[in-house]
Antibody, heavy 118, light 111 residues
Framework: EVQLVESGGGLVQPGGSLRLSCAAS????????MNWVRQAPGKGLEWVAN????????FHVDSVTGRFTISRDNAKNSLYLQMNSLRAEDTAVYYC???????????WGQGTLVTVSS | QSALTQPPSASGSPGQSVTISCTGT?????????VSWYQQHPGKAPKLIIY???KRPSGVPDRFSGSKSDNTASLAVSGLQAEDEADYYC???????????FGGGTKLTVL
């Protein structure tokens, strides 16, 4: 059974940092692109970043470029999102997702809430 | 890149059918057969219900079907049930090195 479990969310002050983790199991992690997608309270889904199977390519949405960095450790079956210089508008539930061809996210984690507030 | 356009709401009575549209452009929906649909119940993670325009993952009832014409994709739900009440999001691929774009979401109410 495919499982994705996020952790690392919480309350952080504007300008602060957080590192989200996503532990994957039930599939060959190193064979899939992976994504982070977020959802602000009461809002829709927004793609944040994705990373190639071997980590050699990674892409971030413009609004987080230079502040967030996606990474992965295939030996640990884990996906990460380092978030720096956090802003109030980054407040959201962050989901990790396994990606199939065509950027379809076929499995989602349960999400972790990030709240940026003073 | 603009979000795909979905109606904010849709509704139907139990047993009825409802269709939700998702309009993009010739750069996304119209150019790729990689349209997917997600169902999200309150407080829960999204769940993939349609991928590659019309394919259903294992376990998704055949009451859910997808289609596409030109720049518009559609999700049809037949035989509406109470548990179908949820938010529905479409997504389209938009080319290499690009995750693509989501729709703004449609809240489906079962009357």
């Amino acid at each position: 059974e495919v499982q994705l479990v996020e952790s690392g969310g919480g309350l952080v002050q504007p300008g602060g940092s957080l590192r989200l983790s996503c532990a994957a199991s039930g599939f060959t992690f190193r064979s899939y692109w992976m994504n982070w997608v977020r959802q602000a309270p009461g809002k829709g889904l927004e793609w944040v970043a994705n990373i190639k199977e071997d980590g050699s390519e990674k892409f971030h949405v413009d609004s987080v470029t230079g502040r967030f960095t996606i990474s992965r450790d295939n030996a640990k079956n884990s996906l990460y999102l380092q978030m720096n210089s956090l802003r109030a508008e980054d407040t959201a539930v962050y989901y990790c997702g396994r990606t199939r061809p065509g950027a379809t996210v076929d499995y989602w984690g349960q999400g972790t809430l990030v709240t940026v507030s003073s | 890149q603009s979000a795909l356009t979905q109606p904010p709401s849709a509704s139907g009575s139990p047993g009825q059918s409802v269709t939700i549209s998702c309009t993009g452009t010739s750069s996304d929906v119209g150019n790729y057969n990689y349209v997917s649909w997600y169902q999200q119940h309150p407080g829960k993670a999204p769940k993939l219900i349609i991928y590659e325009v019309s394919k259903r993952p294992s376990g998704v009832p055949d009451r859910f079907s997808g289609s596409k014409s030109d720049n518009t994709a559609s999700l049809a739900v037949s035989g509406l049930q109470a548990e179908d009440e949820a938010d529905y999001y479409c997504h389209s691929y938009a080319g290499s090195n690009d995750f693509g774009v989501f729709g703004g979401g449609t809240k489906l109410t079962v009357l």
